[in-house]
């Protein structure tokens, strides 16, 4: 009789599904005979600018040292964020992306007796790492779209591990201003640790939004999260970290794997943190990409989720995922939500000028407005 490995699995993981990523230009290309040349990808929030001269320029020279070992504590990368955010070494965790953090995090604070907390619509790896642990994960109805911040902090018992906040929340792209942020977090009981989760912080323009960072001092119960796969422009690379208190901190650094950051890794995101001028040419066209599918979306007759982040997510209707497949076929790809509860909406990364055109009038054919959008 053959065995049933699945049911040797711990019964958190026998449910779970496999998180789902953006498809990758060449398998589109696999699949449907395509050019990779003539795709464009707008489905995974990365930086249409391509990397940093100067993280490539660090990167280069990191490749003679492939045959050692990185360096396990990432003195140079924690040095550079401490000095750029005021804060001590200690107080930092780095991790093989933001995901490799919010993992351990949950694995160090929750475990089968615990609840975690996390709003309907937020980032998909929080139920799936509190379901792996075996948690109970306690998902909050949003509002509008966003986080209900008040039914969140009313949802905490006495069972509560941890919060999970995105702000900006992916996918939806809806945010709060600092003083939202500030009368939840007076709300959570200082035994519940809350993750602040800020991948897409460097986007937000304007005054008002809450700066997890600053807020450290006055509660010691937060953690906050950033990566430097977004505005930073080194998704492949794989670099997140947390910074919170350096007791906080000191319990990650016991669970983190000791070499989750590689060496290429570490010095390209310690050398593209000195480069400002990329992050701000990351943000005008960031704004400026935004402007133009918005008033493509309104031209097409879309409604949309206005979004602090790099993406927006769009409704095109109940047939969310024939539009999907068509812009697919058309060379597009963005990224269906449904996995999300959002059957009738996209996500759609923001692109260059020429990629954003390309996916209006894509999305013009597929929903048969053919010459309009373009």
Not at 79 to 107: H, K, P
Request: proline share 5%; net charge negative.
């Amino acid at each position: 009789m053959s065995i049933d490995y699945q049911s040797l699995a711990v019964r958190g993981v026998q449910a779970l599904s496999p998180y789902q990523p953006g498809k990758p230009i060449d398998e589109l290309a696999r699949e449907l005979g395509l050019d990779p040349a003539d795709i464009i990808k707008l489905a995974s929030n990365e930086n249409p600018l391509g990397p940093s001269e100067k993280a490539l320029a660090a990167a280069r020279e990191a490749l003679s040292e492939l045959c050692l070992y990185p360096d396990g504590n990432g003195f140079d990368l924690k040095q550079a964020l401490a000095a750029r955010f005021g804060v001590d070494m200690s107080q930092i965790t780095l991790g093989n992306g933001s995901n490799d953090v919010l993992e351990v995090i949950t694995r160090c604070f929750a475990d089968v007796e615990s609840e975690v907390v996390f709003s309907q619509y937020a980032f998909a790896v929080y139920p799936l790492v509190t379901q792996a642990i075996g948690a109970k994960g306690v998902p909050v109805p949003a509002k509008d779209w966003g986080h209900d911040l008040d039914a969140m902090a009313a949802a905490v018992t006495d069972r509560t591990k941890l919060v999970f906040v995105a702000n900006p929340n992916n996918p939806t792209g809806t945010v709060h201003n600092a003083e939202a942020i500030l009368a939840f977090l007076e709300r959570i009981p200082e035994r519940v640790v809350v993750v602040l989760d800020e991948a897409y912080c460097e986007y937000l323009q304007g005054e008002g939004y809450a700066d997890g960072v600053e807020l450290l001092s006055r509660f010691p119960n937060l953690i906050v999260c950033r990566t430097f796969s977004k505005a930073w422009g080194l998704a492949a690379l794989r670099v997140g970290y947390s910074i919170s208190s350096p007791e906080i901190a000191d319990i990650l650094n016991r669970v983190r794997q000791p070499f989750n950051v590689d060496t290429i890794a570490l010095a390209a995101a310690t050398a593209v943190l000195e480069d400002e001028a990329y992050v701000q040419r990351s943000r005008k066209v960031n704004v400026s990409g935004m402007a133009q599918l918005e008033a493509g979306f309104g031209e097409l007759g879309l409604s949309f989720i206005p979004s602090a982040g790099n993406f927006i997510a769009v409704d095109v209707g109940d047939d969310a995922m024939g539009v999907y497949q068509s812009l697919l076929e058309q060379g597009v790809i963005v990224r269906p939500i449904a996995g999300y509860g959002m059957p009738r909406h996209l996500r759609v990364s923001i692109g260059l000028e020429r990629e954003n055109a390309k996916l209006l009038k894509a999305l013009s054919n597929a929903l048969g407005l053919s010459g309009q959008g373009a």
